[in-house]
């Protein structure tokens, strides 16, 4: 799944809280975006494992959402926000492909490494591959209740995050032939 669309999800789980608190809508969006992008940054490291806790990261997350619930304050609520998005983020990649650049003739299992069990999660391919029009619609989807809730500069985020991510849909597959070979 795209960047956008793991932001999107865990904003579009703020966006209920946002609605009933209003005053931590700004904690709440900062902590579901930071949360929401922080898992692939092991990009660089060993993608989908280094920063990835699909099922570590769970009790992390209640155990983060209970601490907000005690001190409701800014910081409290946006660390609990990024915990949950960034769980969330590494549980639902799951469902997408493997991390290969071209998933139409690299084909890999390997999802996101369960570090509980010491192994990997096998791909469950719902959404085919990154920035697949499947994954462009539910990027859409998820969008819909940020832009309800959230205005100002957030409202803006998504919005853009949300037209760069159609627009990286309908390149995608043409992409892949741009690259250099040693990048895919
Ligand atoms: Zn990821």
Redesign the pocket.
């Known amino acids: 799944m795209m960047a956008t669309t793991?932001v999107f999800a865990g904003l579009a789980l703020a966006a209920p809280v946002a609605a009933a608190v209003p005053t931590l809508s700004s904690p709440l969006a900062v902590g579901a975006i930071v949360g929401g992008l922080a898992?692939?940054l092991d990009l660089v490291l060993e993608h989908?494992r280094s920063l990835?806790f699909p099922v570590a990261g769970l009790p992390v997350a209640a155990l983060a959402v209970g601490a907000a619930v005690a001190v409701p304050s800014s910081p409290v609520v946006a660390v609990a926000a990024a915990v949950v998005a960034a769980w969330l983020?590494?549980a639902s990649?799951v469902l997408g492909d493997g991390p290969e650049m071209n998933p139409w003739t690299d084909v890999g299992d390997r999802a996101?490494y369960d570090h509980v069990r010491g192994r990997w999660l096998r791909a469950r391919r719902w959404v085919r591959y990154d920035g697949a029009p499947e994954d462009g619609a539910l990027a859409l989807a998820l969008a819909v209740p940020a832009l309800l809730v959230f205005d100002g500069w957030v409202g803006s985020v998504v919005a853009g995050g949300l037209a760069v991510s159609l627009g990286y849909v309908l390149v995608r597959r043409r992409l892949v032939a741009w690259l250099p070979d040693w990048l895919e």
């Open positions: 793991h898992p692939d989908r990835h983020h590494a990649d996101v």
